[in-house]
């Protein structure tokens, strides 16, 4: 089975620049995650989905982020403008229903510069 | 209220030798307990989960840890460690799957291998 699939891996852009990241969730999970990684905050959610709707976006830094579900199979978390102090790993993550098992993907690696 | 405490955020051996990675939890209901391993540049990978059935969980890798409510721990143990174990691991807790819980990460413990 093809597991949670993020794009872009890598992505450096410049301060000010919109930044678009991309997320297939696994087929016949119901729950998806954006998590953010870095070396001072570690892992942190910025927000999470069931069912296609927005259920917890506390973790989600401010109005310059944001995230849509728009059907099962595709999300999307969107940073406009993007700064410096945006540069991290974005992990995307899926949950069935049937279980409390999440599964990551690789993670898309961005340089605010 | 949920909560997971990685005892040591370091932990270094040498291969061959036993592996010993601390987790604590606190949880008002009765938990599900999860290890992860994330190697460099990479994402986090499940290695094994505790979910109310046996409390000795056997996972990928040669790796198992023992849910022990007693002592509100979860250990991850491994007899004899190998370079490939060089990485980053987290426990996490969340609740029974059908209450909604917040899954909770610990903080990681990077493992350092020495040949």
């Known amino acids: 089975d093809a597991g949670v699939i993020q794009s872009p891996r890598h992505e450096v852009t410049e301060m000010g620049q919109e930044v678009t990241l991309r997320c297939k969730p696994i087929s016949g999970h119901n729950s998806l995650f954006w998590y953010r990684q870095t070396m001072m905050r570690g892992l942190e959610l910025l927000i999470y989905f069931n069912n296609n709707v927005p259920i917890d976006d506390s973790g989600m830094p401010e109005d310059r982020f944001s995230a849509k579900m728009p059907n099962a199979s595709f999300s999307t978390l969107k940073i406009q403008p993007s700064e410096p102090r945006d540069s991290a790993v974005y992990f995307c993550?899926?949950?069935?229903?049937?279980?409390?098992?999440?599964?990551f993907g690789e993670g898309s690696w961005l340089t605010v510069v | 209220a949920q909560s997971v405490t990685q005892l040591d955020s370091h932990v270094s051996v040498s291969e061959g030798t036993p592996v010993l990675l601390r987790c604590n939890y606190s949880?008002?209901?009765?938990?599900?307990l999860f290890w992860y391993v994330q190697h460099p540049n990479k994402g986090l990978q499940l290695l094994l989960k505790y979910t109310s059935a046996a409390t000795l969980v056997k996972g990928i890798n040669g790796f198992e840890a023992e849910f022990k409510k007693s002592e509100t721990s979860f250990h991850l143990t491994k007899p004899s460690a190998h370079m490939s174990d060089a990485a980053e691991y987290f426990c996490v807790v969340t609740g029974p799957h059908t209450g909604g819980f917040k899954t909770i990460f610990g903080a990681g413990t990077r493992l350092f291998v020495k040949a």
């Open positions: 993550a899926s949950r069935p229903n049937r279980d409390n098992t999440i599964y």
């Open positions: 949880s008002s209901y009765s938990p599900s």
